[in-house]
């Protein structure tokens, strides 16, 4: 690419999306937008980024395309579908999905890419929405050396943690670890909290105590507090948690990997979601045990 800061076309402006794109143009980057819903890319509009009426029309005029939709089946439409990326992108264009999707759709995404001179990586994110607002996520990359050279000032403004883990693919691998680890700390946070409770301590004096130690994580200093609050909100859906577990079980049954943790989270989370609870934050999980 040359010294002209690229165009950016932004596909999903979601919860994560939206604080992304505005990173982005916040950082003099000029942005493309479209989603299904017009009316959830209003704010970044309004801020200066130009709407584009299609898929294909923001595909064949941007010079960087990122992407973070919902479920793997709108990672396929937005690429593959007629009027989709693969076909309208033009040649050089670099393409990003950050969606956490499977694996090997990843692979298909970068090989079909390939083949007509596009550059596709796989970037999914962590850190939530904190994160996304704050420009310090977590980015698991994979595909091409040059191409992650090439789009490096991008993820720069969007994370701080970013590592190119190897092929296509191996972006949505480390995700999926990444939520795994999660799957099963969730469980822990809100065993401790509904333990503290129960012996009559104030749990917000205990989170004093452990989130520091070594029982602390993300999940334990951010989350464990919105619980305390009854704050359940999303920073991440528990409907995608769902989604990315559900990926995760495949991926490991494939390998013919046991995960009984991730199963017993996939299980509470799938009850959670069941009483109505599929548009909250993640954190929600701690109704069960309430």
């Known amino acids: 690419?040359?010294?002209?800061?690229?165009?950016?076309?932004f596909i999903g402006t979601g919860v994560m999306g939206k604080s992304m794109a505005q990173n982005l143009m916040d950082s003099g980057y000029s942005i493309a937008v479209f989603t299904r819903t017009k009316d959830k890319a209003q704010e970044l509009l309004d801020k200066g980024a130009v709407w584009?009426?299609?898929v294909a029309e923001?595909?064949?005029?941007?010079?960087?395309i990122i992407t973070i939709v919902g479920y793997p089946t709108d990672v396929e439409s937005v690429y593959f579908n007629e009027g989709g990326i693969i076909e309208n992108a033009?040649?050089?264009?670099?393409?990003?999905?950050m969606t956490t999707s499977k694996p090997k759709l990843a692979v298909e995404i970068f090989e079909k890419a390939k083949a007509r001179g596009i550059s596709?990586?796989?970037?999914?994110?962590?850190?939530?929405?904190?994160?996304?607002?704050?420009?310090?996520?977590?980015?698991?990359?994979?595909?091409?050396?040059?191409?992650f050279h090439e789009v490096k000032p991008i993820f720069n403004v969007l994370g701080e943690n970013i590592i190119l883990q190897g092929d296509a693919g191996a972006g949505q691998h480390t995700k999926l670890a990444n939520q795994i680890t999660i799957a099963t700390n969730m469980i822990g946070v809100c065993e401790a909290i509904a333990y503290a409770r129960k012996t009559g301590l104030n749990p917000s004096r205990v989170l004093d105590s452990i989130t520091t130690g070594a029982a602390g994580s993300f999940s334990l200093s951010k989350l464990a507090p919105r619980m305390l609050e009854?704050?359940?909100a999303p920073g991440?859906?528990?409907?995608h948690f769902i989604k990315d577990m559900t990926i995760a079980l495949e991926s490991a049954e494939e390998m013919g990997l046991s995960t009984p943790g991730l199963s017993l989270s996939l299980e509470l989370y799938q009850e959670l979601a069941e009483k109505g609870e599929e548009d909250s934050g993640t954190q929600a999980l701690i109704k069960l045990f309430d």
Do not use: C, H, W
């Open 58 to 64: 923001l595909a064949n005029s941007a010079d960087i």
């Open 52 to 54: 584009k009426e299609s």
């Open 90 to 97: 033009r040649q050089g264009t670099y393409v990003i999905d």
């Open 120 to 147: 596709a990586l796989d970037a999914p994110v962590s850190g939530g929405d904190i994160g996304a607002k704050s420009g310090k996520l977590a980015i698991m990359v994979g595909g091409e050396q040059q191409a």
């Open 230 to 232: 009854g704050d359940f």
């Open 236 to 239: 991440f859906y528990v409907k």
């Open 1 to 9: 690419m040359g010294t002209d800061k690229p165009l950016i076309g």
